[in-house]
T-cell receptor
Framework: DVKVTQSSRYLVKRTGEKVFLECVQDMDHENMFWYRQDPGLGLRLIYFSYDVKMKEKGDIPEGYSVSREKKERFSLILESASTNQTSMYLC????????????FGEGSRLTVL | GENVEQHPSTLSVQEGDSAVIKCTYSDSASNYFPWYKQELGKGPQLIIDIRSNVGEKKDQRIAVTLNKTAKHFSLHITETQPEDSAVYFCAALFTGGGNKLTFGTGTQLKVEL
């Protein structure tokens, strides 16, 4: 069974802290994505990666960075967390860059106080 | 920029009735339109998709229709059941500036007994 695992389901951090959200997939997929989900705004793409050590900005990259050192792992980094980054973060992977099915993790609920 | 509008934001139906969710997109070059279902506490899962060379696609109780001229597509669920209760997201693949999937804002479907 395909699996995308996000390391933390719930996190509470303070303003200014550095936050790491980890995502691992076991499907040998080339492509990985980070979305944030907010009520009324749907899923918005933060960053994506089509290969190891490669990254591309999505629609809302400001305040975030990513790291893809290994094919199976894609990390989202908040250098200095702010309250407006309180959200649900969803990691996904896909085999096909063009029209491939996205496989999502269960999400990481981040609260920044 | 790329935009996908989704309506309604909430939908309540009686068990056994049909449910319809509609989306419009902005880029006439889009050629791939998936629908995802998100159950409570889980990540979204692909339930059906349609490509631009097809006007309709069915999978048991679920169907999707596409009108490329009007730039809108719809999800139809017939004979709804309580397990259909979830949040549904439409999406469109925008090909300008790299292939990116843009999601609608979601529809909370509630199937009442």
């Amino acid at each position: 069974d395909v699996k995308v695992t996000q390391s933390s389901r719930y996190l509470v951090k303070r303003t200014g802290e550095k936050v790491f959200l980890e995502c691992v997939q076991d499907m040998d997929h080339e492509n990985m994505f980070w979305y944030r989900q907010d009520p009324g705004l749907g899923l918005r793409l933060i960053y994506f990666s089509y290969d190891v050590k490669m990254k591309e900005k999505g629609d809302i990259p400001e305040g975030y960075s990513v790291s893809r050192e290994k094919k199976e792992r894609f990390s989202l980094i908040l250098e200095s967390a702010s309250t407006n980054q309180t959200s649900m973060y969803l990691c996904a992977s896909s085999a096909d860059q063009i029209t491939g099915e996205l496989f999502f993790g269960e999400g990481s609920r981040l609260t920044v106080l | 920029g790329e935009n996908v509008e989704q309506h309604p934001s909430t939908l309540s139906v009686q068990e056994g009735d049909s449910a319809v969710i509609k989306c419009t997109y902005s880029d006439s070059a889009s050629n791939y339109f998936p629908w995802y279902k998100q159950e409570l506490g889980k990540g979204p899962q692909l339930i059906i998709d349609i490509r631009s060379n097809v006007g309709e696609k069915k999978d048991q109780r679920i169907a999707v229709t596409l009108n490329k001229t009007a730039k809108h597509f719809s999800l139809h669920i017939t004979e709804t059941q309580p397990e259909d209760s979830a949040v549904y997201f439409c999406a469109a693949l925008f090909t300008g500036g790299g292939n990116k999937l843009t999601f609608g804002t979601g529809t909370q479907l509630k199937v009442e007994l």
